[in-house]
Nanobody, 123 residues
Framework: QVQLVESGGGLVQAGGSLSLACAAS????????MGWFRQAPGKEREFVAA????????YYADSVKGRFTISRDNAKNTVYLQMNSLEPEDTANYYC????????????????WGQGTQVTVSS
């Protein structure tokens, strides 16, 4: 069992930046692909980004490419999401996730989820 705890959400103006962090309860460096999803009110949860075990391979949704950067520190069992040039459409609850398999054909099915952290972007 892996427990994931997100931090770093908050309120920011459009064009601003926020950084999210997700701490895992156990060693994840050699075990799990890590990543992020988000869910806006009234919408389905959607994939945002993922990173492989070594950190050498990353995956992004088209909507965030060039603006968001995912990274991980395996020594700290932590994955990060740096979000720049934020838009009101990025407003959502952001969920950390861990999986044994990587995204495939744009789909990713995590094994574990965090509780979420709210990101609100004002216009």
């Amino acid at each position: 069992q892996v427990q994931l705890v997100e931090s770093g959400g908050g309120l920011v103006q459009a064009g601003g930046s926020l950084s999210l962090a997700c701490a895992a309860s156990r060693r994840t460096s050699s075990s799990y692909i890590m990543g992020w999803f988000r869910q806006a009110p009234g919408k389905e949860r959607e994939f945002v980004a993922a990173i492989n075990r070594s950190g050498a391979r990353t995956y992004y949704a088209d909507s965030v490419k060039g603006r968001f950067t995912i990274s991980r520190d395996n020594a700290k069992n932590t994955v990060y999401l740096q979000m720049n040039s934020l838009e009101p459409e990025d407003t959502a609850n952001y969920y950390c996730a861990a999986a044994s398999t990587p995204p495939l054909f744009g789909k990713w099915v995590p094994d574990y989820w965090g509780q979420g952290t709210q990101v609100t972007v004002s216009s």
